[in-house]
């Protein structure tokens, strides 16, 4: 079955640990984000890729780091510079076209907890 | 930042139809419009999408001006399991959602 998965759904961290969070997709799709959800808020993007070994910050990336080095894969990486990481962090695909006409898959999310 | 805005919140019952309304003054001429729904604690999911006038799915419509500026989506005869957020989005290049709408189904 083609889909996008997140590994781990659950991830625990002590304070000033890196930890990556893992984001594989198979639908052949070329554009990759990531996005952070707090509680009772909306998603907010972190980072984004629309190929491969190119990628863009977005609105919230400070603390946060990503590579593409494969299309299949976009890995978010928290830093111990990111202040406050508990979160629920979504990691999403899609096509690309000259028309900007997108219909965007989402992994189950990972739930990061910082102890 | 997001090019879209819509309702925080809405309330409705069971059995109601339901209209969200979202603004997107400067959508441009390529922009299709495409909302998608959230349960809590997982990742959003495609409702419907559309250019112009109406498109109907087997979950929602989606009605669009002749301007574009504004677009609504319509729930018909909503159940307790349609509490979601709604948001709407338009053209895709940086995928920005905003707030979404937060729908209440009550009894």
């Known amino acids: 079955d083609g889909g996008i998965t997140q590994s781990p759904k659950y991830l625990f961290r002590k304070e000033g640990q890196n930890v990556t969070l893992s984001c594989e997709q198979n639908?052949?799709?070329?554009?990759m984000y990531w996005y952070r959800q707090d509680p009772g808020q909306g998603l907010r993007l972190i980072y984004y890729?629309?190929?491969?070994?190119?990628?863009q910050k977005g609105d919230i990336a400070e603390g946060y780091s990503v590579s593409r080095e494969k299309k299949e894969s976009f890995p978010l990486t928290v830093t111990s510079a990111q202040k406050n990481p508990t979160a629920f962090y979504l990691c999403a695909s899609s096509t690309r076209g000259q028309v900007r006409r997108t219909e965007a898959f989402f992994g189950q999310g990972t739930r990061l907890t910082v102890v | 930042l997001a090019k879209t805005t819509q309702p925080i919140s809405m309330d409705s019952y069971e059995g109601q139809e339901v209209n969200i309304t979202c603004s997107h003054n400067n959508i441009a001429t390529n922009d299709y419009i495409t909302w998608y729904q959230q349960f809590p604690s997982q990742g959003p999911r495609f409702i419907i999408q559309g250019y112009k006038t109406k498109v109907t799915n087997e979950v929602a419509s989606l009605f669009i001006p002749a301007d574009r500026k504004s677009s609504t989506l319509s729930l018909p005869r909503v159940s307790l399991s349609d509490t979601a957020v709604y948001y709407c989005l338009v053209g895709a290049d940086d995928m920005r959602f905003g707030a979404g709408t937060r729908l209440t189904v009550k009894p």
């Open positions: 890729s629309q190929i491969v070994n190119d990628f």
């Open positions: 639908l052949n799709h070329d554009a």
